[in-house]
């Protein structure tokens, strides 16, 4: 079992910068990839961000690459999300998520094994 704790969501204008932290417990975390998702009112929840157990590998959904950086303490059980540039497109509840074995099916499918309660991001015009 493990449990995800956010932080650092809020409101920003566009071109602001924020940086999100999810912090892990229960578990080894350095035996999880860590991953970013976020959904939009009305929308599907999506795919933004996600980091391998080492940190030696980062991926990225097309609209935030150059933008958004992801990285993982592990000494610290943390996982972090960078956001510059915002645009009012980023406004959506931001997701934390973890998973074990076959984590990119999991994560390409929505099935992460954990996922945090999601923090609020707005990015006004």
């Known amino acids: 079992q493990v449990q995800l704790v956010e932080s650092g969501g809020g409101l920003v204008q566009a071109g602001g910068s924020l940086r999100l932290s999810c912090a892990a417990s229960?578990?080894?975390?350095?035996?999880?990839?860590m991953g970013w998702f976020r959904q939009a009112p009305g929308k599907e929840r999506e795919f933004v961000a996600a980091i391998t157990w080492s940190g030696g590998n980062t991926y990225y959904t097309d609209s935030v690459k150059g933008r958004f950086t992801i990285s993982r303490d592990n000494a610290k059980n943390t996982v972090y999300l960078q956001m510059n540039s915002l645009k009012p497109e980023d406004t959506a509840v931001y997701y934390c998520a973890a998973s074990g074995g076959n984590w990119y099916r999991k994560f390409v499918n929505n099935d992460a094994d954990y996922w945090g309660q999601g923090t609020q991001v707005t990015v006004s015009s």
């Open positions: 229960g578990r080894t975390f350095s035996s999880y990839a």
